[in-house]
């Protein structure tokens, strides 16, 4: 329950990290998407009800502070879990190559998702064009935080676990 917390708080910081400061950074449109990469270590390592619940409100609170429809990105970062949990049921996706890869194909899938609720529900000509190439950039800045958000997330974790122990 306590890491289960400490997650989520580290993720609310992350949303308003990502949504407020990391915005001023200059890579224009594109901003590191920490909550992607937390979803993807809740779907690697914790794939729990819990996660999930997590995943979905992590999505929504980023549709909140920073989107102009409500759920997109909920359903993106549910639909990243999902792709997740399942993936590293078939593979054994634990070492630090592995889950490079895992988030990036997590960040495509987040791409994917929102660019077809965005293609559903909004008209907009050449839309895959400038798409693409966020998608792209965003899966590639991923990939390279990646190993250093997850080496955070794994000490915060063995922390959390060696103060259940000694309590």
Known sequence: MKLSLLFFAVGLILVLLQTTWLRLLPLGPIVPDFVLLLC???GLYHPTVGAVLASFLMGYSVDVVSGPFLG???FAMSTVFLAVHLSS???WLHDPMSSAIV???ASLVKGAALALLSA???DAERFWIGASRY???EAL??????PFVFALLRRGQSYV???RVTA
């Open 40 to 42: 993807v270590y809740w």
């Open 72 to 74: 997109i990105n909920a």
């Open 89 to 91: 049921r078939s593979i």
């Open 103 to 105: 988030v990036l194909m």
């Open 120 to 122: 559903v529900f909004l």
């Open 135 to 137: 998608i792209i950039m």
């Open 141 to 146: 800045i991923a990939v390279a935080l990646a």
């Open 161 to 163: 676990e060696r103060f």
